[in-house]
Each structure stands twice: as structure tokens, then as C-alpha cells.
């Protein structure tokens, strides 16, 4: 399976690819025909079933995942200071929060709220006598 695209596989499947794979196994086609039809692995349409045949139903279960660790006013938190001050830094928010939370979070909050990192320079500014060395060359 090397130079062939990856295949989604079953969390990825959307609830109407679920519906499909339920009925086309009830109609009798095999895992391996469906998934060569629909582009997605044999193990994802057949886990579908698997789920649908042990407990008669096809979707996801509510609440799976992992836990959030922050609580809403912690999260509202994290994104204030980046709307005020768009060149804070992750640790400056870390600190302000004063929750213990890895630097992944603070991005992955402020992704979601469409939030970017602005850097207050592209590159620190030539001094004049990097300027004069410059023109040297």
C-alpha cells in the first residue's frame, strides 16, 4: 500500500458514509468491494459494522475524547491578552493564567479563535554600522 493514497479510516467517516456502509452490508457486499468503491480502508468499513451489529447503532458515542483540563474562564483567559496585545507571548499568557498548561494549549486556543502570532519585527533592524559593513562587500 506504499504508492497508493492513505485511506481514512473509521472516526474520520462522516455520518452518511456510516449510514451507506450499514446498508450496503445489509444488501451483502463484502468490506473489501464497499471500501474499493468509497475510498476508504477495509478496517474502517468493517468496524463500522462490527459497531452496528454489537450495538445497533452507527454513531459515534457523545462525549468521546479527551478531557478538556481548562475550565471557559481559563480558556477566556488564554485569548484575552492576544486581543489585546497581539505580540504577548505564550509564557506571558501561561503566567498570567497561572494554571499549569503546556504551550500547546495556549496555540491551539488561540487558533481557535482565529488568533496569530504577530511578530513586532520580521528581523531585528540593521544598525548604521551594519549598514556602512554591508555596502563594504
Not at 113 to 134: G, I, M, V
Amino acid at each position: 500500500m506504499k504508492g497508493k493514497r492513505a485511506k481514512r479510516h473509521f472516526s474520520q467517516l462522516s455520518e452518511f458514509e456510516r449510514g451507506l456502509i450499514i446498508s450496503m452490508k445489509t444488501a451483502g457486499w463484502s468490506a473489501r468491494r464497499f471500501s474499493g468503491q468509497v475510498d476508504r480502508s477495509e478496517c474502517a468499513v468493517r468496524n463500522c459494522w462490527e459497531q452496528w451489529t454489537r450495538e445497533g447503532t452507527h454513531a459515534r458515542k457523545t462525549g468521546s475524547g479527551a478531557n478538556m483540563m481548562t475550565t471557559r474562564r481559563e480558556d477566556r483567559r488564554i485569548v484575552r491578552p492576544a486581543l489585546v496585545d497581539p505580540t504577548v507571548t505564550r509564557s506571558t499568557i501561561r503566567a498570567d493564567v497561572g494554571v499549569a498548561i503546556v504551550p500547546q494549549t495556549i496555540s491551539r486556543h488561540l487558533a481557535e479563535a482565529n488568533l496569530k502570532s504577530k511578530c513586532p519585527f520580521p528581523a531585528l533592524p540593521f544598525t548604521p554600522e551594519h549598514r556602512q559593513l554591508r555596502l563594504q562587500w
